[in-house]
């Protein structure tokens, strides 16, 4: 439901009281053919959201797929046909290539991240650096190249940041405000709380109360040291000034999760062309 009020939505956004262009230059009734062109290598996302927006727009229109999401991709690839009226066609052209440029690039970031970290027992993680609305469809792209989703929104995981713990009076009052505020409210969501230094680690560590604790901006090296006062009683992750140079260094520490924002939230689009076929 929710993909396709965004889909509904987009299309009306982009519509308006029609698509003069279309209307001007081409009968309503005119029958055609596109196929869906790969301009770059990659990892392909978006597919199922490609059939939804040509439904809503036509429901006569026929597709016929030559791949599925998660699949490697070649420059020169065709991956889908759609045929039927030249006009839905090309009213649905720009909202399919959107989503699908947008998803694959995310796609094919998290596959060079999680191929990057082959061989630990560590896991990619995205961030909520996402666009706002798009959140549902970036992090199915998340997953689509093998990476993990973390918290969905502000409400499925308290997460306890630095600006939490200042407001709050430290780590340890942060901590016990968040586990009480749980209890009152009977939610049954886990516990994440950041940390800045290896005092921050033992503090959190020592309350019994986070289910995870994140190191933020540490070096891989200080990883080791923050894994050794935690020694497996809670889960651990890495996060912040991580790229794809150093991942593997990260992993290599034994942190259960590595978030990366750069997944979502500055990643380039992957080059994906819709054309009529003559």
């Not at 230059?25 to 596109?34: E, F, M, N, R, V």
């Not at 030249?86 to 998803?103: D, F, G, K, T, Y």
């Not at 901590?175 to 940390?195: F, G, M």
Request: proline content about 2%; glycine content about 8%; aromatic content about 6%.
């Amino acid at each position: 439901m929710e993909l396709i009020e965004f889909i509904k939505a987009s299309l009306a956004e982009d519509l308006g009281d029609g698509d003069h262009t279309s209307q001007s230059t081409i009968p309503s009734d005119q029958l055609g053919k596109a196929h869906l062109l790969v301009k770059e290598d990659g990892i392909i996302s978006g597919l199922n959201v490609a059939q939804e927006i040509f439904k809503v727009v036509d429901q006569e229109l026929i597709i016929a797929f030559f791949a599925q999401d998660g699949d490697e991709i070649r420059k020169g690839d065709f991956l889908f046909n759609v045929e039927g009226k030249v006009q839905s066609i090309l009213i649905a052209e720009r909202l399919v290539l959107n989503c699908m440029q947008r998803m694959s690039g995310i796609a094919t970031t998290a596959k060079k991240y999680v191929d990057a970290i082959s061989g630990t027992n560590a896991k990619i993680l995205d961030t909520r650096k996402t666009t706002p609305l798009l959140r549902f469809l970036e992090k199915e792209a998340v997953r689509t190249g093998g990476a993990h989703n973390h918290r969905f929104g502000l409400y499925d995981m308290i997460l306890i940041k630095d600006n939490h713990v200042d407001s709050a009076g430290g780590i340890q009052p942060a901590l016990e405000k968040a586990k009480l505020y749980l209890e009152k409210k009977n939610i049954s969501i886990p516990i994440e709380i950041e940390t800045r230094n290896l005092d921050e680690v033992e503090e959190a560590v020592t309350s019994g109360i986070p289910n995870r604790i994140m190191f933020d901006n540490f070096e891989p090296n200080l990883i080791q040291e923050a894994l050794k006062i935690v020694d497996g009683k809670m889960e651990s992750e890495a996060s912040g000034g991580i790229n794809l140079s150093n991942v593997r260094s990260y992993a290599l520490t034994g942190v259960n999760y590595i978030s990366i924002g750069a997944l979502t939230h500055s990643v380039k689009s992957l080059d994906l062309s819709l054309k009529i076929v003559k």
